[in-house]
């Protein structure tokens, strides 16, 4: 889930920077810190958005910059388990497909893609059904529910499990498919 964050904070104004535009520089130096960071409260900082105040500078005895109290908008992206979200499949390997969510890509582990026995062609790469010959690959549009979040210190490291082995969830063809037999069996 994406959330807006006010967050306040001191922001070192170096001394080269000191003639510019000042809420240019501060944005700057809070992109530089804040983006692409993971914080395990406020999840993945994907980008700090608008600065809202900036407090007079402060100077510390043996330092040549300015630390100046900021307050500034970031938006970030915290995977939530039970959450449903819709993603692209950016890998295949025979252990699972990787589905990007948000800034990050999580695993659908080979036993949690579909109600079906499935198979793994490497030379496609995909997952194939035996009975319904669905076929998952790279660059598919999927929907999947979030099963388990490990949060560590680099967007790399964090884990996300997935499932797409419930209704209204799999590859967005297979959706619509199943959606039009469910009508088509309520109507006769």
């Known amino acids: 889930?994406?959330?807006?964050?006010?967050?306040?904070?001191?922001?070192?104004v170096p001394p080269n920077r000191l003639q510019g535009d000042l809420k240019a520089v501060v944005k700057?130096?809070?992109?530089?810190t804040y983006e692409?960071?993971?914080?395990?409260?406020?999840g993945v900082i994907l980008a700090v958005t608008d600065i809202k105040e900036i407090g007079e500078g402060k100077i510390i005895w043996g330092d040549g910059g300015v630390y100046v109290d900021t307050v500034f908008d970031a938006l970030a992206y915290i995977p939530l388990v039970q959450e449903v979200v819709d993603g692209y499949v950016t890998d295949i390997t025979e252990f699972g497909a990787f589905v990007r969510v948000g800034p990050m890509d999580g695993l659908v582990h080979v036993s949690q893609v579909m109600d079906d026995f499935v198979r793994y062609d490497p030379s496609i790469p995909a997952f194939i059904g035996k009975e319904t010959e669905r076929m998952l690959k790279i660059e598919d549009n999927v929907r999947a529910r979030i099963v388990t979040v490990a949060m560590r210190p680099s967007?790399?490291?964090?884990?996300?499990?997935?499932?797409?082995r419930q209704p209204g969830l799999g590859k967005w063809e297979w959706i619509e498919e199943d959606k039009k037999k469910a009508a088509q069996e309520a109507s006769e």
Do not use: H, N, P, S
Not at 1 to 12: A, E, G, L
Not at 28 to 32: A, N
Not at 36 to 42: F, K, M, N, P
């Open 36 to 42: 692409g960071t993971v914080d395990e409260d406020l």
């Open 28 to 32: 700057e130096e809070l992109r530089k």
């Open 155 to 164: 967007i790399a490291d964090t884990k996300i499990g997935m499932t797409m």
């Open 1 to 12: 889930m994406f959330y807006k964050y006010t967050i306040r904070d001191t922001v070192r």
